[in-house]
């Protein structure tokens, strides 16, 4: 059974289409690195496999299932993740709050035993000694560590993350890589990855798709990330260099070549 099957899939708003005819299989345990300008319809794909979009034509499977069936097996991260930082949680309380809001009930005391999942999914992200930090107080890379532990706390088999990489400088990026890293060695989740800066995650792609709006490209690294492939999304400045056996791309602008009003 293939993780994520998608067969001439269609994603309209309001009738209106934002991601055309889109065919691609995951297996279970691989890392899809989802590559695209602006607008090209990254969220619009991960929303849609999430179950927080409907409105599709064409076949869509999450193990098996349709995407609303399949939600307890899924955990997503969006794109800017708006915490109310007014509320003063700890690192510690934020990634407990993966555990409840899953199981569905109102909290004034978190139980014991999601604590002591929450200070597990903490420790295998690095983040131990932050544990009774205020959350809002912790480094752009921390708190994003601090989420994909979060994400972690449903034992999801599909983890869906949207630009875990944005707003981070390079080495909080390498950071966050790494734990990516070790979340598809040590527990063989299943991972959709969406980027800008494809550069620190490449070790990680199983598959990379380039998308924009169509599906340009998809396949494994070294069949996806070629020069003439690059440069028909982002331009003729765009380029494929590999840097001691190991590919390096320049995209440029991601503005270059958008299409249709895209942004956020
Ligand atoms: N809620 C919405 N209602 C209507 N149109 C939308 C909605 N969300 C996105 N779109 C449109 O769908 C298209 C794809 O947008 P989407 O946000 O999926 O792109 P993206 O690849 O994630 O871009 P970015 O790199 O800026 O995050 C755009 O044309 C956008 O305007
Ligand atoms: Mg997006």
Redesign the pocket.
């Known amino acids: 059974m293939k993780a994520v099957k998608a067969e001439n899939l269609t ?1 309209l ?2 009738g ?1 289409r ?2 055309e005819d889109v065919t691609f299989e995951l297996d279970e345990g691989e890392t899809m690195l989802l590559l ?12 849609t496999i999430a179950a927080f ?1 409907r409105e599709y034509t064409g076949k869509l499977e999450v193990f098996g299932r349709k995407p609303e069936e399949a939600k307890e097996l899924i955990s997503y991260v969006p ?1 800017s993740y708006v915490l109310n930082e007014r509320v003063p949680l700890t690192a510690l309380e934020v990634v407990a709050m993966g555990g409840i809001y899953r199981k569905g009930f109102v909290h004034f005391k978190i139980p014991k035993e999601i604590l002591q999942k929450a200070e597990e999914a903490l420790g295998f992200v690095g983040l131990a000694h932050v544990k009774d930090r205020l959350f809002r107080e912790l480094s752009g890379g921390q708190k994003q560590r601090v989420l994909l532990a979060r994400a972690l706390m449903s034992d999801p088999k599909l983890l869906l993350l ?2 875990p990489l944005s707003a981070l400088d390079p080495s909080a990026r390498v950071e966050v890589a790494n734990v990516l890293d070790r979340i598809r060695r040590e527990r063989g989740i299943t991972m959709i990855i ?1 980027t ?1 800066d494809i550069n620190p995650l490449i070790e990680l792609g199983d598959r990379v798709m380039l ?1 924009n ?1 169509r599906l340009v490209a998809f396949g494994r690294p070294e069949e996806v990330l070629r020069d003439s492939i690059i440069k028909s999304v982002y331009g003729p400045l765009a380029k494929v260099i590999p840097v001691e056996g190991r590919l390096f791309c320049i995209t440029g602008d ?1 503005h270059f070549h958008q299409h ?5």
């Open positions: 994603i708003y309001e209106r934002a991601v695209g300008p602006n607008g090209a319809g990254k969220t619009t794909l991960l929303r979009h794109q949207d630009e969406t800008h998308l709006r991601a249709g009003g895209g942004g956020r």
